[in-house]
């Protein structure tokens, strides 16, 4: 599952969003784990983004979206997701690198 307070850590720590768009970034991403919780898939899904991005323009008002903001938001989720695979993976490669000492 993912921690919508990890997430916050993860863009403040990297100053991807200004201070004050950050709630906006982490309502958006709730929204959407939210989305994707109620339609049972996957919030890595490319179709996923899609179809919420569709659901949000059909039930908000025009001024209460910005859909560039949520598919910002949603992008820096999935890019994360994606790091911290990335990260594992470089890992568990380095443990596997270790050399074997002669006999």
């Known amino acids: 599952m993912i921690s919508l307070h990890a997430f916050e850590a993860y863009l403040t720590d990297r100053r ?27 919030p890595d899904n490319e ?20 859909l560039k903001q949520t598919r910002e938001s949603v992008r ?3 890019f994360r997701a994606i ?5 594992r993976t470089l890992l568990f490669l380095r443990n596997c690198r270790r050399p074997v000492a002669p006999r």
């Not at 200004?18 to 929204?31: D, E, S, T, Y």
Request: proline share 2%; aromatic share 16%.
């Open 76 to 78: 820096l989720l999935l």
């Open 47 to 66: 179709g996923q983004v899609q179809d919420f991005l569709q659901f949000m323009g059909k039930n908000k008002e025009e001024w209460q979206i910005r």
């Open 16 to 42: 991807l969003v200004q201070k004050k768009q950050l709630p906006f970034f982490l309502r958006w991403v709730a929204n959407y784990l939210s989305f994707c919780e109620k339609s049972a898939s996957e």
């Open 83 to 87: 790091f911290q695979t990335a990260e």
